[in-house]
T-cell receptor, first 113, second 113 residues
Framework: EAGVTQSPTHLIKTRGQQATLRCSPI?????VYWYQQALGLGLQFLLW???????NRGNFPPRFSGRQFPNYSSELNVNALELEDSALYLC????????????FGPGTRLTVL | DQQVKQNSPSLSVQEGRISILNCDYT??????FLWYKKYPAEGPTFLIS?????DKNEDGRFTVFLNKSAKHLSLHIVPSQPGDSAVYFC????????????FGKGITLSVRP
């Protein structure tokens, strides 16, 4: 069974641009979570989607947004990129209602120059 | 406000000995706790979890202990193996609709052959 997949692996952007990151959950999982891991920090919760709707949001500005598609895959969009947005962005998925068991993808390394 | 704290950034142990990784939390609302292991260039991998109604959970070489009165949990790895060398994250969450995991900054474990 395929795990959580993310694309692209690496993404390089310049300040002010927009970045789009993609995530495909494990088959059968309806919940998708996004986390940011900046250098020297732990994983910071960004967003949670379930059944196509945003269910919870971390302490991030509105420049960070996303959506979940009918097939439960998800996109994370970061607008007006800033240097401090450079980080590893991790996507996780779980069965509905099972936020206590989240499976992670390999992440997308975003570098903002 | 860091609700999950892993105060030691690194730990080095000899192969075959016990590794003890510590984690403290401040939010008494947390009712489940997880440990994840992360290798470079990979996403975190779920290791073991514990519910707040228990004080110990064991899975093979891995045991997690929870002391609710001290708001402290620890992960014991016995015996430690070189393949255990990785970054270990402690995470905590709420059951129910919230589903957000709060992570510590991680501990880098090095197991010396």
């Amino acid at each position: 069974e395929a795990g959580v997949t993310q694309s692209p692996t690496h993404l390089i952007k310049t300040r002010g641009q927009q970045a789009t990151l993609r995530c495909s959950p494990i088959s059968g999982h309806t919940s998708v979570y996004w986390y940011q891991q900046a250098l020297g920090l732990g994983l910071q919760f960004l967003l949670w989607y379930d059944e196509g709707e945003e269910r919870n949001r971390g302490n991030f500005p509105p420049r960070f947004s996303g959506r979940q598609f009918p097939n439960y895959s998800s996109e994370l969009n970061v607008n007006a990129l800033e240097l401090e947005d450079s980080a590893l962005y991790l996507c996780a998925s779980s069965l509905q209602g099972r936020g206590d068991t989240q499976y992670f993808g390999p992440g997308t390394r975003l570098t903002v120059l | 406000d860091q609700q999950v704290k892993q105060n030691s950034p690194s730990l080095s142990v000899q192969e075959g000995r016990i590794s003890i990784l510590n984690c403290d939390y401040t939010n008494s609302m947390f009712d489940y706790f997880l440990w994840y292991k992360k290798y470079p260039a990979e996403g975190p991998t779920f290791l073991i979890s514990i519910s707040s109604i228990k004080d110990k959970n064991e899975d093979g070489r891995f045991t997690v202990f929870l002391n609710k009165s001290a708001k402290h949990l620890s992960l014991h790895i016995v015996p430690s193996q070189p393949g255990d060398s990785a970054v270990y994250f402690c995470a905590a969450g709420y059951t129910g609709a919230n589903s957000k995991l709060t992570f510590g900054k991680g501990i880098t474990l090095s197991v010396r052959p």
